[in-house]
């Protein structure tokens, strides 16, 4: 017997004139708590920028980081070197980068209204891979010489739009699907096929790449948060801007779309544009950041799960901004660990966030069969 996965509904106010419903579980009840966890999460963003900027094969103090991040002179000048033209892009990557996949993952599953859907769970990293692929690996020697040395405007416009085109053609199908089958979980499992027959069909191109173009996607496969540089960094962060600012300028239809696609439409919500819309920005988010940062597993997932239970409320007025802090806070998190500070080595970093949100997803499947998303 087939447990359907949904987000809890939302519950009624009572005394409330038209029975306006507490969609969202206490945005108005619970205003303090709110302002609080937002107001720690930023605080402790700040405090991980810090140390993920300081933190490497080569140590700097806190007070010289910020003394660095404002302009003043640390106590060694080569600190200055390290921090601007290495820490500080790779910072501003991971904060986006985590942004970017959790606000991606709460898209999918509000949407989706399954919870565990997300970017690579759905395929849709997978489809965003393909992309970098069939441009990387497909085009001859000219894309391997990007590849390899630093793409250039050009590969890098060419790679970020071949990877939000291959994210957008595999979670296409997932929408299709998704409102002709009444099951989530059977999305969930018709995503995950997809998947796994895009990565056979990229697993051929690999077969016939170079010996130094292989070398080059695994260190892509494993993911990682340095390969945006400052000359990356005007394509990365703006396509990243962008999907955010779609998720933040539709937070009162993604909560129409809590409580059901009927019910949206009966408030004058267009469910086909808005699904296009999310479909759009969850792309883009996703897309780019598979392209930069190779396919990162489990914190679009996890991250608006933990955003929930922090917040104890499913308001996207407020989950959106707490979620692209959090983001931001568990990717830098990932990273520092990624880089055993003050060691030579590193640890893959999709390694490091399968340990942040592989147990997040067992804890939503346990919560799952003992009911508490049963619609």
Partial sequence: MTTEIVPPLPRYRRGESGAAPDALAGLSRR???????????????????????????VTIPPRDVVAILLGGEPERASWTIIVESVRLPRALTAVMAGAALGIAGLQMQTLLRNPLADPY?????????????????????????????????????????????????????ALVISARVTSPATVLIVGLMFGYAI?????????????????RWTAWGFGSFTAVDWSKLPIFAPIVLAGIAIAAATTKQLNALLLGEAYARSMGLNTRR?????????????????????????????????????????????????????GGVLALAAQI????????????????TSLIGAPVVVFVILRSRRGAFTG
């Fill in 31 to 57: 205003p303090a708590r709110e302002f609080t966890v937002l107001a720690v999460l930023l605080a402790t963003l700040g405090l991980a920028f810090v140390l993920g900027v300081g933190l490497g094969s």
């Fill in 121 to 173: 769970v759905l395929g849709i990293s997978s489809g965003a891979s393909l992309g970098v692929a069939l441009v990387v690996l497909a085009s001859g020697t000219t894309a391997g010489a990007i590849f390899a040395g630093g793409f250039g405007l050009g590969g890098d416009v060419a790679v970020a739009v071949a990877a939000v085109v291959g994210a957008m053609l595999v979670l296409g199908p």
């Fill in 199 to 215: 990565q056979a069909f990229v697993t051929v191109l690999v077969a016939g790449a170079s010996p130094e173009q292989l070398q």
């Fill in 274 to 326: 808005m699904r296009i819309a999310t479909m759009a920005g969850a792309s883009l988010l996703a897309g780019i950041v598979t392209a930069f940062c190779g396919p990162i597993a489990f914190l679009g997932v996890a991250i608006p799960h933990i955003a929930r239970a922090l917040l104890g409320t499913s308001d996207h007025r407020t989950l959106v901004p707490a979620v692209i802090l959090l």
């Fill in 337 to 352: 660990v990624a880089l055993l500070p003050g060691s030579a080595g590193t640890l893959p970093l999709n390694a490091v």
